[in-house]
T-cell receptor, first 111, second 115 residues
Framework: QKEVEQNSGPLSVPEGAIASLNCTYS??????FFWYRQYSGKSPELIMS????GDKEDGRFTAQLNKASQYVSLLIRDSQPSDSATYLC???????????FGSGTKLNVKP | DTGVSQNPRHKITKRGQNVTFRCDPI?????LYWYRQTLGQGPEFLTY????????KSRLLSDRFSAERPKGSFSTLEIQRTEQGDSAMYLC?????????????FGPGTRLLVL
């Protein structure tokens, strides 16, 4: 079992819709969680971080964390074609200074 | 440009050759990470430095891989006797001192192709 699991997709949504991306993690020692966006051939770019249970909003993005269920999600409202990319979920086990990444979910936003 | 920089951006080598990559982190970031990413996968953790000390090393890192950060600034990753399976994107990331929950900033990566 991988430390962080994501559905590889692709997830296709029409422009203007809400895209919902999900991630589960296996290590209950994970304390911090991150969502990165990666365009093809480029390096990951941080979108959001979340550390506490509940929701965290930043513009069109909302991250949700449920530690009891070991579940992290990212909602993208009013999706734009420029949001089309691979979204990587990462978990940090703080005391060990390691980050574990999922394999990413490819999002396609159709005009 | 004050972001993380990596050189070279691309490297093509023949199997059995040695290669070395360089990473310059964001100024004053004391934490530095190396990752490897293959097509369709997320970045895999390789190693971590806090200042010049290498504090974590993945079991994925065979004896052919070595990393250094001699003065706590730039870092190098060397792969000896390269194999075709080493072909991947090698990513470096840095994070600043003092944050209890780290935010990593990635460099553009070095794409390695072993023929």
């Amino acid at each position: 079992q991988k430390e962080v699991e994501q559905n590889s997709g692709p997830l296709s949504v029409p422009e203007g819709a809400i895209a919902s991306l999900n991630c589960t993690y296996s290590d209950r020692g994970s304390q911090s969680f991150f969502w990165y966006r990666q365009y093809s051939g480029k390096s990951p770019e941080l979108i959001m971080s979340i550390y506490s249970n509940g929701d965290k909003e930043d513009g069109r993005f909302t991250a949700q964390l449920n530690k009891a269920s070991q579940y992290v999600s990212l909602l993208i409202r009013d999706s734009q074609p420029s949001d089309s990319a691979t979204y990587l979920c990462a978990a940090q086990i703080y005391n060990f200074n390691k980050f574990y990444f999922g394999s990413g979910t490819k999002l396609n936003v159709k005009p | 440009d004050t972001g993380v920089s990596q050189n070279p951006r691309h490297k093509i080598t023949k199997r059995g050759q040695n290669v070395t990559f360089r990473c310059d982190p964001i100024s004053e970031h004391n934490r530095l990470y190396w990752y490897r990413q293959t097509l369709g996968q997320g970045p895999e953790f390789l190693t971590y430095f806090q200042n010049e000390a290498q504090l974590e090393k993945s079991r994925l890192l065979s004896d052919r891989f070595s990393a250094e950060r001699p003065k706590g600034s730039f870092s190098t990753l060397e792969i000896q006797r390269t194999e075709q399976g080493d072909s991947a994107m090698y990513l470096c990331a840095s994070s600043p001192k003092g944050q209890s929950q780290e935010t990593q900033y990635f460099g553009p990566g070095t794409r390695l192709l072993v023929l």
